[in-house]
């Protein structure tokens, strides 16, 4: 069996071994929120259940992120998960990896609006976590890239992290090898990012 298919096994027994609730918060993302090359008990998404719970949030957080994922694949999943889910809050981690392929941006916009108008259909609510890309793919795609996340927001009127990676890409010690994934110390920083919205759509 594949990685990606064990990951898609093991988030598919997670959600079907989990009640539906009013009260769930579903992330659907890539490797950034699948902790890939960390232990999941690492990863920024374990520590936003950890502040919820500080914080006596009864909120429960379903992390059907899956390493590799493109836009489409999310887009592709997400009528499934909120059938099952059921959640409050949708929070969408995925543009990454179409960026690294350098797929059509849009594409990837055309992707993310569904997801986004999907998700409200479903009656929950949206924060869209923006990726960037690195400059070597140049100027032109790389600013396109980045403006998907802000069109896309902007046309649903969703909250918008501007880049997820704030403070930690390109970073010494904050990045894995590859360069791509970041490192435990930097997964606070990561929660720290995407906790003002969060924590705004708390008080709703």
């Known amino acids: 069996m594949s990685v990606w298919k064990k990951c898609a096994a093991s988030v598919l027994f997670c959600l079907l071994a989990m009640?539906?609730?009013?009260?769930n918060i579903l992330l659907v993302?890539?490797?950034i929120s699948a902790a890939f090359g960390l232990e999941i008990e690492q990863g920024w998404v374990t520590l936003l259940e950890q502040r919820l719970a500080e914080e006596d949030h009864p909120h429960e957080v379903i992390n059907a992120s899956v390493s590799g994922d493109t836009t489409a694949g999310g887009l592709a999943r997400l009528p499934a998960l909120l059938e099952q889910v059921k959640p409050a809050l949708?929070?969408?981690?995925?543009g990454g990896n179409d960026g690294l392929r350098a797929l059509p941006t849009a594409n990837m916009q055309q992707n993310l609006s569904a997801m986004v108008a999907l998700a409200r259909n479903a009656d929950a609510d949206v924060i869209l976590l923006g990726m960037r890309i690195p400059p070597n793919y140049g100027p032109r795609y790389s600013d396109a890239f980045e403006k998907v996340f802000i069109d896309v927001a902007g046309?649903?009127?969703v909250a918008l992290v501007p880049f997820l990676l704030d403070g930690v890409g390109g970073v010494e010690g904050l990045m894995q090898g590859d360069g791509v994934h970041p490192t435990a110390a930097a997964q606070s920083i990561l929660l720290d990012n995407a906790w003002p919205s969060i924590k705004q759509w708390l008080k709703q």
């Open 155 to 157: 046309e649903h009127d």
């Open 90 to 94: 949708v929070v969408i981690e995925l």
């Open 19 to 23: 009640p539906a609730s009013a009260q």
């Open 29 to 31: 993302g890539d490797s």
